[in-house]
């Protein structure tokens, strides 16, 4: 290491002038004093600070996706930059306990006074989004009309630039469809996948048939249960109609990237797929987060206004509740579930296929 003759002092270092001197009560200027808006000015400039954090990593794991080849070492470090971002969340939702010591007459004592100001104008929030996979197209009205009533010109064209750069959730879509495994010489994974699949539903409509506790009219409300779940999975194998369903709004991924997904669950004990399943894991861990923090910030939202207009003029607690259910990413992943197999049922995969995806040593060595 070397030697430096500057000498570095812990409130420059960290420029707590700034950070410090950061906080003006509206209700100070206007010579009335709320106590509890200082409370609700750091929790808001903390959630900032995060927020810079998160992108931060986020920016570099894109960087590393970005690339046409993801190397395995590489994978180590965003497992790792993904997991501190999951730790950041968690103290995002354990600061609304924080602000949730400021009751509603409180809150009502400064509220006026910020006007028009809103949560929608966090610019840093909104490029977490995007740079996750949620698009303008993606919101709903209310909140794509907003980009343009409740946001300055520079902010709107920062997150437009955003909006040019890959996401996380298409360099995850490219990513997967590079994946290898999918078909390995002669095998071919998914007309076995097929057999397996239609061999678990014929056993499952066995079951429900020669239940006795069932009435008639309840075995035929099962049996039609389990036929649509032959067609969900008939649909996932065919790639016209899984095109047809991701028109249609129900996949987010591609056909080859959701099936390269789902077989990394499936056989996510192959030394080869655990990181990749760490990683999709983390992304579905990261995206419920958020969908939890925004859930808890409606619910706050409501417990401080009830039905009354939120201050940058949205309907309140009803435009985020809708936002929570619009604005999720990789919902593909939350339901990959719906395929999975039981282990004792999953195809058997070739040796040579095995070996691949193992950390495979013969013992010999060369003199």
Not at 126 to 140: C, N, P, V
Not at 183 to 206: P, R
Not at 251 to 270: G, K
């Amino acid at each position: 290491m070397v030697a430096r003759n500057k000498q570095v002092y812990y409130g420059d270092y960290l420029q707590l002038d700034k950070i410090i001197d950061a906080q003006q009560p509206e209700s100070d200027l206007e010579g009335k004093p709320a106590h509890d808006e200082m409370l609700f000015i750091i929790t808001h400039q903390a959630y900032e600070l995060w927020f810079k954090q998160i992108l931060f990593e986020l920016a570099s794991v894109v960087d590393v996706f970005d690339d046409p080849v993801v190397e395995d070492k590489q994978m180590g470090v965003v497992l790792h930059r993904l997991a501190r971002v999951k730790s950041i969340q968690h103290l995002l939702l354990q600061q609304i306990d924080v602000i949730q010591t400021m009751t509603p007459l409180d809150f009502l004592e400064f509220r006026d006074l910020l006007v028009p100001a809103s949560g929608f104008q966090s610019i840093q929030f909104k490029q977490i989004e995007i740079m996750l996979g949620i698009k303008r197209s993606d919101r709903i009205p209310p909140d794509r009309e907003f980009f343009h009533s409740r946001l300055n010109p520079d902010d709107l064209a920062i997150l437009e630039a955003c909006e040019q750069q890959p996401s996380l959730l298409q360099l995850t879509d490219r990513w997967l469809q590079r994946m290898p495994f999918l078909k390995y010489g002669n095998f071919d994974f998914w007309t076995v996948y097929a057999d397996a699949v239609e061999k678990m539903l014929q056993s499952d409509m066995e079951i429900i048939k020669s239940n006795p506790t069932l009435t008639d009219r309840e075995k035929e409300f099962q049996l039609a249960g389990a036929e649509a779940t032959r067609t969900r999975f008939l649909s996932l194998l065919n790639a016209d109609e899984f095109e047809q369903l991701r028109e249609a709004g129900e996949f987010r991924l591609s056909h080859h990237a959701f099936l390269a997904a789902l077989f990394i669950h499936l056989y996510r004990d192959e030394p080869m797929l655990y990181s990749p399943f760490r990683y999709l894991t983390l992304l579905v861990d990261i995206d419920g987060l958020f969908t939890n923090w925004r859930q808890r910030h409606a619910i706050m939202v409501q417990r401080m206004l009830g039905t009354k207009i939120g201050t940058g003029g949205s309907s309140g607690h009803d435009y985020l509740n809708q936002t929570t259910r619009q604005n999720r990413v990789f919902l593909d992943l939350f339901n990959l579930s719906t395929y999975l197999l039981p282990r004792a049922e999953l195809p058997v995969l070739p040796v040579e296929m095995r070996k691949a995806l193992g950390f495979f040593f013969s013992g010999h060595q060369q003199d």
